[in-house]
């Protein structure tokens, strides 16, 4: 078992900046991506973000890259996703979660096993 524990939503205005941090404990090691998702209201879940615990490849959804970073620290057991520049349509349940998916699958959420519980951020105009 993996628990995931998501932190750092809240409330920011436009062009402003969050760090989420997801804080992984349990069978760990069994897993090698974590991924970001975000799911807005009346929207399906959406990959967001990406990253493999060994050798740091990352991966993307092409219209976040270059406002959203993803980054782990592996003694922590922990990854976390800077977010700058936020719009109002970033507004979302930001979610992460674990699992050893291949590549074609690393950015479905079908592709991941053990989910947090979710964490709000909300983008004002």
């Known amino acids: 078992q993996v628990q995931l524990v998501e932190s750092g939503g809240g409330l920011v205005q436009a062009g402003g900046s969050l760090r989420l941090s997801c804080a992984a404990s349990?069978?760990?090691?069994?897993?090698?991506?974590m991924g970001w998702f975000r799911q807005a209201p009346g929207k399906a879940r959406g990959f967001v973000a990406a990253?493999?615990?060994?050798?740091?490849?990352?991966y993307y959804a092409d219209s976040l890259k270059g406002r959203f970073t993803i980054s782990r620290d592996n003694a922590k057991n922990t990854v976390y996703l800077q977010m700058n520049s936020l719009k109002p349509e970033d507004t979302a349940v930001y979610y992460c979660?674990?699992?050893?998916?291949?590549?074609?699958?690393?950015?479905?959420?079908?592709?991941?096993?053990?989910w947090g519980q979710g964490t709000q951020v909300t983008v004002s105009s």
């Open positions: 990253i493999r615990w060994s050798g740091a490849t990352t």
């Open positions: 349990g069978r760990t090691f069994s897993r090698n991506v």
């Open positions: 979660a674990t699992g050893s998916p291949g590549e074609l699958r690393v950015v479905t959420a079908t592709g991941y096993e053990y």
